[in-house]
């Protein structure tokens, strides 16, 4: 039984449900239409950042100034602020551009390979990515497979076993009797690890076939330490939230790790699919499991904890589009906090982490970074203030909202052509809805993050 009739069943399924092959990859060709999407992203943000600076889009902000004065300690700083962040996307937007994926690695001579793949209750999709990652290009003799069981309750176990027996010289399974939690399964598949490179990938997710070639490909740098892969909606056909989480991973990636990883700062290589040097990981991976926040054990944000380990040790951190993951995202809403709470915990946390070593960085990454995380962080005290201002000014002037909602529209909208020029489909409005989605469902989560960010529970283990 070999792997490949699996693997195109497999990207048979992902064909329906994303539209697009798995084996698609979307380079930039620089033709015409590239450029005409480049000027109009560039003309709209240049726009954007004149409107903001004369307050076309902030008037009610300005008129709670000049209406009542107790209020300019609040606006002026948040006008400030706005106008700096129009500024910086703007830069962002001009280090995109020079953005280009590493070449990946010569199949003939790509370094020893070890992929981990930490499962937990997931049931038959781990045969799915097990078989996935056996049908990459990649040197057989050259790749091993790690499959790690966290103590799972249900059948993970049979469908990991059933993929071992079938290729016991390229994949190894390793079973706890209890669940210790996925820094401990990516900690024993990285101890038993014989590559040079090892690629992480969720059990929830199934690859590229070029995805191994072209996570290794950028190893050739000795500066490299971790790399980011693209990850995208497995599950986007399964309802309007992961619909709007396939466009919001993709910018998430075609944007902003294409930017970081420009200055090779790439603040998170996402457990979906990263890859490190073995070497370097064990060089820190006793701190990385023990690792504690205000005296609480940290148990998740595992993947943006060891990329700020290999950035304190001097490596640089990239991002690799033409790498790709598709992965099962939350379908309903109370699982999509649930992620949102890991992540903005884990968030809050890494930041601090991050902080404490970006000093180590070169002085530009250095000085990008840290105001990138300034005007980033800055964002949440600004929205909370900005939305009880605008509570009180729309009691007084019900318009003020509409006014509000049309902002969020046009944001989202200017946001939305990184989409439409990344991946050229039409579903790039979707992140329009989920801007309002948002802002109507989700402001809450990142205060309660904060207030719980000693929290251990995964809240789905």
């Known amino acids: 039984m070999a792997p490949e009739p699996i693997l195109k069943s497999i990207t048979t399924e992902a064909t329906q449900l994303s539209g697009e092959p798995l084996e698609a990859f979307h380079v930039r060709p620089q033709d015409f239409l590239d450029w005409l999407f480049g000027i109009l992203i560039l003309s709209s943000l240049v726009f954007l950042v004149y409107t903001s600076i004369t307050g076309g889009l902030f008037n009610p902000l300005i008129e709670a100034i000049q209406t009542d004065s107790r209020m300019a300690f609040i606006v002026r700083p948040t006008l400030l602020w706005a106008s700096m962040g129009s500024l910086f996307v703007v830069f962002r937007t001009i280090l995109w551009f020079h953005y280009r994926p590493f070449p990946p690695a010569v199949f003939n001579d790509a370094p020893p390979l070890t992929v981990i793949i930490p499962a937990y209750n997931e049931g038959p999709m ?245 105001f990138d995380t300034f005007i980033t962080n800055l964002r949440y005290p600004v929205t909370w203030f900005v939305l009880g201002l605008l509570v009180y000014r729309s009691l007084q002037n019900p318009g003020t909202m509409l006014r509000v909602f049309l902002a969020i529209g046009i944001f989202s909208l200017l946001n939305s052509l990184y989409y439409l020029y990344s991946e050229r489909r039409g579903d790039f409005w979707y992140n329009v809805v989920y801007a309002y989605f948002a802002f109507l469902t989700l402001f809450w989560v990142f205060p309660y993050a904060l207030l719980t960010v000693r929290s251990k529970s995964w809240m789905t283990r």
């Not at 057989?140 to 049979?158: F, M």
């Not at 999509?336 to 930041?351: A, F, G, K, P, V």
């Open 126 to 370: 781990v045969e799915k990515a097990i078989h996935s990652v056996l049908a990459a290009d990649y040197p057989r003799d050259r790749l091993e497979v790690l499959v790690v069981d966290d103590g799972s309750r249900d059948d993970t176990w049979y469908y990991i076993k059933r993929v071992a027996k079938l290729y016991p010289q390229q994949v190894t399974a390793v079973r706890f009797p209890a669940n210790k939690g996925k820094r401990e399964a990516l900690s024993e598949g990285f101890n038993r690890a014989r590559g040079e490179v090892v690629v992480t990938v969720d059990s929830d997710s199934v690859i590229t076939k070029g995805t191994l070639l072209a996570m290794t490909g950028p190893f050739r740098d000795p500066a490299v330490g971790a790399v980011a892969g693209k990850v995208k909606a497995y599950n986007l056909r399964e309802g309007i939230i992961p619909r709007m989480l396939h466009v919001r991973y993709v910018l998430s990636f075609d944007f902003l790790r294409a930017v970081q990883s420009t200055y090779r700062t790439v603040y998170c290589c996402p457990g979906a699919l990263a890859a490190y040097r073995v070497g370097a990981v064990r060089r820190v991976l006793e701190q990385w499991r023990a690792q504690t926040f205000m005296g609480a054990p940290c148990t998740y944000g595992e993947d943006r904890a060891l990329t700020n380990y290999m950035l304190s040790l001097g490596y640089d951190s990239v991002y690799q589009g033409s790498a790709e993951v598709h992965t099962v995202v939350p379908q309903s809403y109370k699982k999509l906090t649930r992620m949102y709470l890991r992540w903005d915990r884990s968030h809050i946390r890494e930041t601090f982490h991050f902080i404490r070593i970006v000093w180590k960085r070169p002085f530009w990454p250095c000085l990008v970074s840290l």
